[in-house]
């Protein structure tokens, strides 16, 4: 039997942010629906990351940043939850990139992206851009919530359930695909630069 993949869900908004949250928590539920994959939500708000990396870190700091590495290195691949601020994505998103190299190394990665009347689609352009850098393997298939806080209700549900969990159903089918395949490439040929 082949091994469950791991997936990463990075939740790039502050802990203040409620629209994020429950975009993720919706994503969450639907990921264990359909997916198959061992799902690993990171609320990067909570991680309380510094700005930018220093040579020697506060202790604290660094075991943070120890910790999260190694939940990005046990990763199979990576949903990124993002908004859209001033046409890109959120400084504590690149942060957490920037931190990281091997991390992403030959790992599918995809977005789901929300904000005004773009749906944050400015912000997983630039993404893609940079996760290209760093050797990761973008999905084409990713999703946008166009003015999300009016396309959920109360609960947290969408307003079109059948249409976004159909879209969210193709894009984790579409990252399990490509996380079996690296994954088994990783393993008979580990990736290197």
Known sequence: MAK????????ACSSSSRTGAMIADWLCETASDVSGFDLDRLDLGEWELPPVPTLAPAPDVEERVQRLRGRL??????VIVTPEYNHSFPALLKIVID?????W???PVTFVSYGGRSGGIRAAEQLRQVFA???AVSLRDGMSFHGPRDRFDADGRPEDVAGTRTAAKVMLNQLSWWARAL??????NPYTL
């Open 4 to 11: 469950e993949l791991r997936l990463a869900m990075l939740v």
């Open 73 to 78: 290195d046990d990763a199979d691949a990576f």
């Open 99 to 103: 931190w990281n190299h091997k991390q």
């Open 105 to 107: 190394q030959a790992k």
């Open 133 to 135: 850098e760093l050797h």
């Open 183 to 188: 994954a088994d490439a990783r393993r008979k």
